[in-house]
């Protein structure tokens, strides 16, 4: 099963990449799938959730809000492709590579 890659740039500087299969990966201030560390994110902020190529983020309600790379609150699911972003608190979680861009990259096999 391929993976989708995300860069996590977190609210005191660090970075890391980190990759999640198909489900559902809920994020918040203290718990989650991902620890975000971040007193201005909620305790559950958002949730991602991959099935194949498809990458969806969710705000849950949180207290601060969820917003797109425009700085634009989000009122409902974002579908997310490579590049883009959201904002969670002072959290910036970035798509950098779906399951779907993997495949199509990847050379078709060749038979002898």
Not at 98 to 111: D, K, V
């Amino acid at each position: 099963m391929q993976s989708s890659l995300f860069r996590i740039v977190y609210s005191d500087g660090r970075v890391e990449e980190r990759a999640f299969g198909d489900g559902r990966f809920r994020m918040g201030r203290e718990s989650g799938d991902l620890v975000l560390g971040d007193p201005s994110s909620s305790a559950t902020h958002g949730e991602l959730a991959i099935s194949g190529g498809t990458v969806t983020y969710t705000d849950l309600g949180s207290s601060n809000g969820s917003f797109d790379a425009q700085n634009r609150r989000l009122t409902a699911p974002l579908s997310l492709v490579p590049g883009q972003s959201v904002r969670l608190g002072r959290t910036v979680i970035s798509l950098v590579r779906s399951a779907e861009a993997l495949r199509a990259a990847q050379p078709a096999p060749t038979t002898p």
